[in-house]
């Protein structure tokens, strides 16, 4: 069982810190072609959590990546540049992706959903319990946090 009371992180540089004090509602490996763009992967991780678990713990998150649509805020480090977090208020509510990759302890966090496999490359495959072509529709949400929630 992973102790989420106080779990820590940051950018490759190490300029930029966050800490996250709740359990996270899912994981997730997203295929789509801007993930797999910002990463130079074949898909992003990360780990969605509600915002009053996440803070900064020092530095100062910079806007940068694709912003193509309105109020999506992909933040980085302004020193190196990694791709930290995302927040997208209109569609996540009150809730902040975190690169699960940028945690300084990662075991356990293998992604729960994957999405855009529809864009994925054919060899990049993920563990995940549940799959989607695109993004999961919104009703299905619900049971899958509450699926992920009773693992």
Known sequence: MIDW???????RC????FRITTPPIMTMACHC????????????????????GFSIEQGQPVRGGAQEVEGLEHSFCD???SWVF????EVMGDFVNVRST?????AGIEPFIETCTAEALPW??????????GFPPADAFVSL??????R
């Open 5 to 11: 009371t106080s779990r820590t992180g940051g950018c």
């Open 14 to 17: 190490g300029r930029l810190r």
């Open 33 to 52: 072609k801007g993930c797999q763009r910002m990463t130079a992967s074949a898909f992003s991780l990360s780990l969605t959590v509600a915002n009053d």
């Open 79 to 81: 020193d190196c540049k």
């Open 86 to 89: 995302t927040r997208f208020p």
């Open 102 to 106: 940028m945690l300084d302890e990662t």
């Open 124 to 133: 990049a495959k993920v563990p995940a319990t549940h799959s989607f072509e």
């Open 145 to 150: 946090m509450r699926e992920y929630a009773a």
